[in-house]
């Protein structure tokens, strides 16, 4: 699950899920001309993919991959409104730590929706924070359906 000290707020538009990734590939020191040489494209053609947003959909991955982050697939996902897009659980049981951030994420989305029912205002603070709610318990939902058969953890070893 992410570890964020902010909550995490899909991008809203494609512009800015594709801002998003080409910013991780400058923090992961990737500049266009090495992401180009890894897509097997000029550099022209990767500049005119990102100035039109017209990256053919079997790059996408590509790109994401090399850039280090999954932001224009999770806006793709979330675009419509009506999915909500979660980290596969690897089974493993929680810290702490997880379990007082999920109740965290509860009361802070009951407060803000007693806030915004009390008044009108606040309808996107609202939404964003049901559904930082919502994908928290949808995380740990699966979590348990997968601590009887729990995956191995090679990321966490390569991290290490």
């Not at 980290?87 to 803000?112: E, K, M, N, W, Y």
């Not at 309808?123 to 559904?131: F, G, N, P, V």
Request: hydrophobic letters at 40%.
């Amino acid at each position: 699950m992410r570890k964020l000290t902010r909550k995490f707020q899909p991008a809203t538009s494609l512009r800015e899920a594709v801002d998003r990734c080409t910013a991780a590939a400058d923090a992961n020191r990737r500049p266009a001309k090495v992401l180009s040489d890894l897509m097997g494209v000029e550099l022209k053609t990767y500049y005119r993919w990102l100035s039109e947003l017209s990256m053919p959909l079997n790059r996408v991955l590509q790109f994401e991959e090399f850039c280090g982050a999954r932001y224009v697939s999770e806006y793709l996902c979330v675009a419509n409104g009506r999915r909500v897009v979660i980290d596969i659980p690897t089974g493993r049981r929680p810290a702490v730590a997880d379990i007082s951030s999920l109740q965290s994420a509860f009361a802070d989305a009951a407060a803000v929706l007693c806030r915004y029912y009390g008044t009108g205002n606040e309808q996107s603070e609202a939404i964003a924070s049901l559904t930082h709610a919502m994908t928290q318990a949808a995380f740990h939902r699966e979590n348990v359906a997968k601590d009887r058969t729990p995956e191995l953890q090679f990321d966490d070893e390569a991290n290490a």
